[in-house]
Structure formats: structure tokens, C-alpha cells
């Protein structure tokens, strides 16, 4: 299997404070993560890549600052919406993607983020 | 620049009744394709994907799609739909020397008893 999962599944908190998911590729290596957005009854929006070891690649009209995103191993990858405000309230999804580029990419179950 | 569009936003069928769904893409070279469900609140499942070779390819859950280049098009199919199967689904396109993937804006399936 190819099983990827995110931690936490949900979270709430306040303005203005800083939250971080985790995203784990549980029984293979990833070479590339890659950091979704998804919106209400909307289409995931790509707002990062990631490798491990090396700097995010962001898409453009995605803030840098505001969505830092760490790929500390093959197996972990972390965003953290820094200074949250209530419009960054989605949901976030993770993938993993096992090898050669254009391979499948294994989608995490999400985190739902609410900021008040 | 690729994009994949999903002309059906809902589709309602009767269980037992045969699904289509429909993908067209725009890719200048031979693209990756894939679907995905989505159920409520969950994270995106694969069903199946193109990457090249026989163009009717089979899917986990009994589903099917089958890749017609001369119409851009990767339509998702199943012969009888059951009532578990409603969910949104998501056809994603990926360029084949790099990995980001195009989504489109998703069908959201409505299953009757």
C-alpha cells in the first residue's frame, strides 16, 4: 500500500497564532510532497511542492511567509500557517509521491483548519 | 498550459443504473491522467490512471475510464452504480516530465435508492 497521513485532522485557534500539520508517508519513501488547498464544494489549488532536504517551490500568488512548509525527511513534511486569520480557514491536503516524477501521488486525508 | 475541465458539476443517478463521467484536458504532450474520489471530509482516493499503452484502463471499485486523444477527453465509467459510490470525483492531469497536477473543479455524485 501507500498510505499518507496528517496529523491533526482538524484544528481550531484563534487569530492570529500559528498552526502546523504534519503529513507522514507511513510504509514508503517520498521523494516530492505536495501542499493542497481546498476550498468549500471548490478544486484542490497546488500552493507548494516540496522535496526533501531542499526549499519549497511555491505557486504563485501563494505567501512564502505565511505558509512555510519543511521537508525534514523522506517520510515527513510540515506546513505551518503562521499569524493565522479567519480567511485562511480550508482545508488543508497533503501528498506524497513515491518516485520518478509524474508518478501517482498518494493524498493524505486532510486537515480541516478553522480560524476564529 | 494544462487544465482539465468537468463539464457536469452534479450528476444524479439511480442505483444500478450506469455512470458517466466526463474529463477533457489540454495538454500539448501525451499526458499522465487520473481520477480520484473524494468522499465527505476525506482526502482524495485513487482509482485509476493513464500513463501510456492500452487506453481503457481499469480501476479499483469496478470503475473504468478510457483515454480518447483525438478528443482530449479520460471519461470515467461504471456499469452499475452503487449507493456507496456517491462522492466527488476528481479528474487531475500531470504533465509527464514533471509532477504538479492539474485538478478539475469536480462532479459531485448523487446516488438514488
Known amino acids: 500500500g501507500a498510505v499518507v497521513s496528517q496529523h491533526p485532522s482538524w484544528v481550531i485557534c484563534k487569530s492570529g497564532t500559528s498552526v502546523k500539520i504534519e503529513c507522514r508517508s507511513l510504509d514508503f519513501q517520498a521523494t516530492t510532497m505536495f501542499w493542497y488547498r481546498q476550498f468549500p464544494k471548490q478544486s484542490l489549488m497546488l500552493m507548494a511542492t516540496s522535496n526533501e532536504g531542499s526549499k519549497a517551490t511555491y505557486e504563485q500568488g501563494v505567501e512564502k511567509d505565511k505558509f512555510l512548509i519543511n521537508h525534514a525527511s523522506l517520510t515527513l513534511s510540515t506546513l505551518t500557517v503562521t499569524s493565522a486569520h479567519p480567511e485562511d480557514s480550508s482545508f488543508y491536503i497533503c501528498?506524497?509521491?513515491?518516485?520518478?516524477?509524474?508518478?501517482?501521488?498518494?493524498f493524505g486525508p486532510g486537515t480541516r483548519l478553522t480560524v476564529l | 498550459a494544462q487544465s482539465v475541465t468537468q463539464p457536469d458539476i452534479h450528476i444524479t443517478v439511480s442505483e444500478g443504473a450506469s455512470l458517466e463521467l466526463r474529463c477533457n484536458y489540454s495538454?500539448?504532450?501525451?499526458?499522465?491522467l487520473f481520477w480520484y474520489v473524494q468522499s465527505p471530509g476525506q482526502g482524495l482516493q485513487l482509482l485509476l490512471k493513464y500513463f501510456s499503452g492500452d487506453t481503457l484502463v481499469q480501476g479499483i471499485k469496478g470503475f473504468e475510464a478510457e483515454f480518447k486523444r483525438s478528443q482530449s477527453s479520460f471519461n470515467l465509467r461504471k456499469p452499475s452504480v452503487h449507493w456507496s459510490d456517491a462522492a466527488e470525483y476528481f479528474c487531475?492531469?500531470?504533465?509527464?516530465?514533471?509532477?504538479?497536477?492539474?485538478f478539475g473543479t469536480g462532479t459531485r455524485l448523487q446516488v438514488t435508492l
Open positions: 495538454y500539448g504532450a501525451t499526458p499522465y
Open positions: 487531475a492531469v500531470g504533465p509527464g516530465t514533471a509532477s504538479k497536477l492539474t
Open positions: 501528498s506524497a509521491q513515491k518516485g520518478l516524477a509524474g508518478d501517482t501521488q498518494y
